[in-house]
């Protein structure tokens, strides 16, 4: 799965290309100088109600925790300077950093600091920074990402392989049935009844050699 793709359908747009920031009512000079854009700034995506903020940067260029600190001081500052901004309010509290490694697993615990950012850390193949391939259980950590319906679908196999244990015998399954209920009825009462008369025994052995 590619993660600007996954970004794209989901509605969020890259502020860094054309003028989207303008068009969102961002200056991007709030967050970084133009002539120097970080390195390990891959991408700003801003949600299509413009109440999400996701910084995407490269976790492979520098330690965790330093990379975090830098742009916690980075966002605050674009805060400070645009706290007047009706625009940037609605993003206060949901500014994202999701920071991507391919080497060596990082130190995951800033996950658990929600100063100023929220972080998400996740692995992934940078060979084309611009197209980041990751795994469907690493997509997962993403929360706007639906999971499709038919995951929880039944496998349809393994739902074959049951009913071919059930007995075809209609009598047999009623019998079981009536035995079930029975059984459910005698614990309730204390009692576990799981015995068989004779006729009804030598159905389901049958059953079971079959």
Known sequence: MILQEEFKKNGYKNLLIGDIASEYEINLEDVFDLEQKPEALLSIFISDQKDELFFLLDGDLEKIDSLCDYWDDRIRVFMIINGKSKAIHKL???????????????????????????????????????????????????????????????????????????????????????????????????????????????????????
Request: without cysteine; hydrophobic residues 35%.
């Open 92 to 210: 206060k509290y949901n500014i994202v950093q999701l920071i991507v490694y391919s080497e060596e697993t990082p130190d995951r615990s800033r996950e658990g600091n929600l100063l100023i950012s929220r972080k998400i850390i996740i692995k992934g193949d940078m060979t084309d920074k611009d197209r980041i391939v990751i795994d469907d259980e690493e997509v997962i950590e993403l929360p706007f990402h639906m999971i499709p319906a038919d995951a929880f679908a039944p496998d349809a196999e393994q739902m074959k392989q049951l009913s071919q244990l059930l007995p075809e015998d209609e009598e047999l399954l009623a019998i079981m049935e009536n035995k079930r209920k029975r059984v459910n009825r005698n614990k309730k009462e204390g009692v576990l009844d799981k015995s068989f008369g004779e006729q009804d025994f030598e159905k389901i052995k049958e059953w079971l050699k079959g």
